[in-house]
């Protein structure tokens, strides 16, 4: 039962994500700057999930230990996020919302296999095998099908 609500929130969150892409092009085309679209969104993102994380940290008793990971991973995960949210705002108006969710997951998928056979940043090592390569060939080729056709 777990992993079928686990499947369900990637699915809502990826349908977010996909309303996401409209939302934040409107406000960039309504800011008359796509960037600054990316800045609001990240902002106003930033306000929840700080105040849930202290939330959360207050309610389970459990301090946030800011001195354990590498100064470096503080702002990694934002930059690469600010790239794709700044990519989907500039791309939503020009190819459309499916397109850039297509390529998105492509560009995730193919990711996620080049990071799931190093092992990265701790990450338990899987294989490339036959049958991760098909999926992600039909996901790429449903990807440009989506874009073209």
């Known amino acids: ?73 503080f702002v990694a995960g934002g930059l690469l996020g600010a790239f794709y949210v700044f990519s989907n705002i500039t791309l939503t108006p020009m190819i459309g919302a499916a397109a850039v969710m297509a390529l998105s997951v492509a560009g995730q998928l193919l990711g996620g296999l080049f990071l799931d056979k190093i092992g990265f940043m701790g990450m338990a090592v899987r294989e490339i095998s036959m049958g991760r390569l098909a999926g992600a060939a039909l996901l790429v080729i449903g990807a440009v099908m989506i874009r073209v056709l």
């Not at 993102?45 to 959360?56: E, K, N, R, T």
């Open 1 to 73: 039962m777990d992993s079928v609500l686990w499947a369900l929130m990637g699915v809502v969150a990826g349908a977010c994500i996909a309303a996401q892409a409209p939302i934040n092009a409107y406000l960039g085309r309504a800011l008359e700057v796509p960037v600054a679209a990316a800045a609001v969104s990240f902002l106003a993102g930033g306000v929840v999930l700080w105040a849930l994380a202290f939330f959360f940290s207050h309610w389970s008793g459990t301090p946030i230990n800011f001195g354990a990971p590498a100064p470096w991973t």
